[in-house]
């Protein structure tokens, strides 16, 4: 019995490996156009919101103490 358990182990292994090589090159779900346009359209909203408020892109000027 011994025997029998030491040779289903690797069976069982080799069948749980080549499901999940099958599972792992299986071809990726694609998602439509549209959702995906929509999907970049609100992140390059979400990039261009600020929460600081507009800034000019100027240092600020040094004032002397005289």
Sequence with gaps: MAALAWLIIPCVAAVLATVW????QRAP?????PASLAE???FM??????TTGPTTGAAPQERSGR
């Design 21 to 24: 090589a099958g599972w792992a």
């Design 29 to 33: 779900r694609a998602t439509g156009d």
């Design 40 to 42: 970049h359209q609100r």
């Design 45 to 50: 909203a979400a990039m261009e919101r600020t």
